[in-house]
């Protein structure tokens, strides 16, 4: 589970191009560089921090992606596909996080 709003986790294929191809695709979906009112800190009031950055595109690509995923643990091994892996997906900035992990028994 990502603590965050501006960084996801998801399942996904560790393939090179196809991970190009995602940022690409969250880059069309919510650029980088747009106009984001969450980004005027003349006109934002609420949740600020000191070194908070623009980072309105981070909160609509987290919308897509989301915060968590659900793994079977079954004889203490994580039950993926052939090509499946979990990631932490950063969407902002590189910067210290907290990811949580729940097991929950049978």
Do not use: C, W
């Not at 987290?62 to 950063?90: A, D, K, R, W």
């Amino acid at each position: 589970f990502s603590k965050h709003t501006s960084a996801a986790v998801k399942i996904i294929e560790i393939e090179p191009l196809l991970l190009e191809v995602m940022a690409v695709f969250l880059e069309g979906v919510a650029p980088r560089h747009a106009p984001y009112r969450h980004n005027d800190f003349e006109i934002r009031t609420v949740n600020m921090n000191p070194d908070e950055s623009p980072n309105g595109h981070a909160h609509l690509q987290h919308l897509l992606l989301g915060t968590s995923e659900t793994v079977p643990i079954i004889n203490g091994e994580m039950q993926f596909g052939t090509y499946q892996s979990i990631f932490f997906i950063e969407l902002d900035h590189p910067r210290n996080r907290e990811v949580m992990v729940q097991v929950v028994g049978e």
